[in-house]
T-cell receptor, first 114, second 109 residues
Framework: NAGVTQTPKFQVLKTGQSMTLQCAQD?????MYWYRQDPGMGLRLIYY???????DKGEVPNGYNVSRLNKREFSLRLESAAPSQTSVYFC?????????????FGPGTRLTVT | RKEVEQDPGPFNVPEGATVAFNCTYS??????FFWYRQDCRKEPKLLMS???SGNEDGRFTAQLNRASQYISLLIRDSKLSDSATYLC??????????FGKGTTLSVSS
């Protein structure tokens, strides 16, 4: 099992460019999440998907869109990148069984917007 | 008041020391509690769940006090490999996990 995988690992964008961060999990989890982590701010939830076909906003959704492509995949799109979106982005999944809420994280994408 | 608060540290301790981290949470409806560990430039990983009766995993002991809305993590006989950031995490039914900002531990020889 690979667990949670993310691509790319690193990315540099210019202001205004767009990109999609990919995430996939092979644990048959129902729920998937996107977080950003900034120094001194901790992990902040951007969007989550409680099950295939549903998505909901988290704490900091502005400037992002998501797609739950199927049960395995959950992508995060930046339509017009801004320097304030420079961050480390983590994807996570949970919900392999009844009441299981522990989240398993991918290795992260380090994004720099210049 | 932030939902999950932790002392950011850093805690600098020698090998073999015992160190304790504390965490408070604001929502009394919180139902599940965890400690995650995050190494530098890595993803967070679940260290242990926290149960009302307290639980132990080797050198690590977690305690929960629902009345005081307080969670603790005790590390005994610290190792160099324990150096990391420890995240306190809570969950309310039907919502996503809420992460504290983390407490940094540095163990030196």
């Amino acid at each position: 099992n690979a667990g949670v995988t993310q691509t790319p690992k690193f990315q540099v964008l210019k202001t205004g460019q767009s990109m999609t961060l990919q995430c996939a999990q092979d644990m048959n989890h129902n729920s998937m999440y996107w977080y950003r982590q900034d120094p001194g701010m901790g992990l902040r939830l951007i969007y989550y998907s409680a099950s295939e076909g549903t998505t909901d906003k988290g704490e900091v959704p502005n400037g992002y869109n998501v797609s739950r492509l199927n049960k395995r995949e959950f992508s995060l799109r930046l339509e017009s990148a801004a320097p304030s979106q420079t961050s480390v982005y983590f994807c996570a999944s949970s919900g392999g069984g009844t009441g299981e809420v522990e989240q398993y994280f991918g290795p992260g994408t380090r994004l720099t917007v210049t | 008041r932030k939902e999950v608060e932790q002392d950011p540290g850093p805690f600098n301790v020698p090998e073999g020391a015992t160190v304790a981290f504390n965490c408070t949470y604001s929502n009394s409806a919180s139902q599940s509690f965890f400690w995650y560990r995050q190494d530098c430039r890595k993803e967070p990983k679940l260290l242990m769940s926290v149960y009302s009766s307290g639980n132990e995993d080797g050198r690590f002991t977690a305690q929960l006090n629902r009345a005081s809305q307080y969670i603790s993590l005790l590390i005994r006989d610290s190792k160099l490999s324990d150096s990391a950031t420890y995240l306190c995490v809570v969950n309310q039914a039907g919502t996503a996990l809420i992460f504290g900002k983390g407490t940094t531990l540095s163990v030196s020889s």
